[in-house]
């Protein structure tokens, strides 16, 4: 079973409006929580991450939102660039039998139009 | 220059064929990580080491194995490839920092199995 859900595999968004990718998760142990960006050819790289003692994390245009007892987490980018454009990876970890492992979503691919 | 590279960046190679992907990272990081990503599945963890002495099977680590041969170095074999081994795979490294880890990942090989 997923324990890490995208349900979105692609948004499309204006340049310039918000951009909106949404993570659900149904461990309740993970306590920890990221995203990565990937665009084609190259390995996905960390672009934010939250804990779960806050609700919010601000990086420039860039903040994840969690909301605990939902089990959802999301990221907004605003405004949205044309060169955000590519695949954005939900992660959460938790600390199981004292070492902590990734659990990764399937992805959702942004796209920003000019 | 990259921290984490991994070689080959591209592999063609046929069923049965035992083949060899390596990682190397200059982090200094004590923990490695190997993933695959499939279209629609995102990325799956194959096998996991947190310092020379210590191997981890992940999610789907049946049909490879892996080696550390030094702090820097993890590799991951096919001892018999086949196609539905054909994916990108991912080498990542981390060091934990307050129980909450981020990890780096490389560039990525594109394996092809005929």
């Known amino acids: 079973d997923q324990q890490v859900k995208q349900n979105s595999p692609s948004l499309s968004v204006q340049e310039g409006r918000i951009s909106i990718l949404n993570c659900d998760y149904t461990n309740s142990m993970f306590d920890y929580f990221l995203w990565y960006k990937k665009y084609p050819a190259e390995g996905p790289t960390f672009l934010i991450s939250?804990?779960?003692?806050?609700d919010k994390n601000e990086d420039g245009r860039f903040t994840v939102f969690l909301n605990k007892s939902a089990k959802h987490l999301s990221l907004h980018i605003v405004p949205s660039q044309p060169g955000d454009s590519a695949v954005y990876f939900c992660?959460?970890?938790?600390?199981?039998?004292?070492?902590?492992?990734?659990?990764f979503g399937k992805g959702t691919k942004l796209t920003v139009n000019p | 220059d990259a921290d984490v590279t991994q070689t080959p960046r591209n592999r063609i190679t046929k069923t049965g064929k035992r083949i060899m992907l390596e990682c190397s990272q200059t982090k200094g990081h004590d923990r490695m990580y190997w993933y695959r990503q499939d279209p629609g599945l995102g990325l799956r963890l194959i096998y996991y080491?947190?310092?020379?002495?210590?191997?981890n099977k992940g999610e789907i680590s049946d049909g490879y194995s892996v080696s550390r041969q030094a702090q820097a170095k993890f590799s991951l074999s096919l001892e018999s490839a086949i196609p539905n081994q054909t994916a990108l795979y991912f080498c990542?490294?981390?060091?934990?920092?307050?129980?909450?880890?981020?990890?780096?990942f490389g560039p990525g090989t594109r394996l092809l199995v005929l």
């Open positions: 080491s947190f310092d020379v002495k210590d191997i």
């Open positions: 990542a490294t981390s060091v934990p920092t307050g129980g909450q880890e981020t990890q780096y």
């Open positions: 939250i804990s779960s003692i806050k």
């Open positions: 992660a959460a970890s938790a600390r199981w039998g004292g070492s902590e492992k990734l659990v």
